[in-house]
């Protein structure tokens, strides 16, 4: 009778982890977390120093970008220029793209004169 009970209990708790494993939600890995902290920034590099790029978002704030070797970048950036970072909620960035307005109006290279329709 004793081994009965104990049988018993012991099914009984095996039946009630595998409910309890059964609904648990995933756990989320290192890849996901990373995915949903990661912002983007628009604006204006206003300077660069070493590995930081300093961007005028467009509210107006400055923001402070990590750049290393890991970060894909688009081109060559350099200061005055538009872009887009999408950006860890520790400040670096993954990837930095040109960003073209709207009007897609292109700058002029250097030493070229605009022409006018004809």
């Known amino acids: 009778m004793k081994l009965l009970r104990t049988l018993f209990v012991a099914s009984a708790f095996i039946v ?3 409910s309890l494993s059964h609904g648990a939600e995933p756990i989320p890995t290192d890849s996901s977390k990373a995915a949903a902290s990661e912002l983007t920034i628009k604006g204006d ?3 660069i120093e070493g590995e930081f790029y ?3 978002d467009t509210t107006g ?3 402070r970008l990590h750049v290393n070797n890991e970060t894909k970048l688009e081109d060559r ?3 005055g220029d538009k872009i887009e970072a999408m950006v860890t909620s520790e400040g670096h960035a993954t990837s930095i793209t040109l960003h ?3 009007d897609s109006t ?4 250097p030493n070229t ?3 006018s329709p004809r």
């Open 113 to 115: 004169v605009p022409t």
């Open 77 to 79: 950036i350099k200061v």
């Open 45 to 47: 590099v206003q300077m």
């Open 54 to 56: 300093f961007v005028k």
């Open 61 to 63: 704030h400055q923001v």
């Open 16 to 18: 009630g982890l595998a």
């Open 100 to 102: 073209i307005s709207q």
């Open 106 to 109: 292109v700058p002029l290279l």
